[in-house]
């Protein structure tokens, strides 16, 4: 399976992150987009750096890092830069099967439900859209607006996958981590490949050590 990966501003790059370091044997080939802003959360919440800055204004993470930060130059994984049109996710000749935004802000939410197409992201996802590939948008924002519910709308009328970050506690999470691979787990069922991270609904708890 070959699939688009969008990176964008909103809070939640650990989710991203995690999600590419499951994709090895999983997806065959990975094409990564970032955001100008994505580049900013990332390194913000992701690096050292970023951690000791809380509060502050993030850095834009360069591009020989970005990559490092969200899935440590794994050789299946392409980074293109958002403003490059040309490049092959732009294309509904391209044979990547479907999409993912992880994590979606409201900005890109809103710019894909207008079909604004101005960058690579919001590119991919219309052509997402128009080839009738599966586009999963994993918004990550509290509380919603109308204009944000209104927008989740109608992308899904248009036939994409709204999937808040939003992990449930009945698998008993015991750290973060736990919370991550739950949300993470959504999104590959989402896109297809199956995956085993937290028990289902209903199977027995983790026994406490």
Same mark, same amino acid.
């Given at each position: 399976?070959?699939?688009?990966v969008a990176v964008t501003g909103a809070s939640g790059a650990i989710y991203a +992150? *995690?999600?590419l370091e499951l994709t090895p044997g999983r997806i065959e080939k990975v094409h990564l987009v970032v955001s100008e802003r994505g580049r900013q959360v990332a390194a913000q919440e992701l690096s050292p750096a970023g /951690?000791? #800055? /809380?509060? %502050? /204004?993030? /850095? *834009?993470a360069p591009s020989d890092d970005i990559k %490092?930060?969200?899935?440590?130059q794994a050789q299946h994984v392409v980074l293109y830069d958002d403003n490059d049109l040309t490049a092959p996710p732009a294309s509904g000749l391209s044979a990547w099967q479907a999409m993912v935004v992880v994590p979606c802000s409201m900005g890109t939410l809103g710019r894909i439900a207008a079909g604004a197409a101005d960058t690579l992201i919001t590119r991919a996802a219309d052509v997402a859209l128009k080839e009738r590939r599966r586009l999963v948008l994993v918004c990550r924002e509290t509380p919603l607006s109308l204009i944000h519910l209104r927008n989740m709308t109608a992308v899904t009328e248009a036939g994409g996958v709204i999937l808040p970050a939003a992990p449930g506690w009945?698998? *008993?999470? +015991? #750290?973060?981590g736990d919370l991550v691979d739950f949300v993470v787990q959504r999104i590959y069922q989402a896109l297809g490949p199956g995956i085993d991270l937290v028990p289902e609904w209903g199977a027995p708890p983790p026994q406490a050590e």
């Open positions: 399976m070959e699939i688009v +992150r *995690r999600f /951690a000791t #800055q /809380a509060g %502050s /204004a993030p /850095a *834009r %490092s930060l969200l899935c440590a009945y698998h *008993r999470p +015991r #750290q973060l």
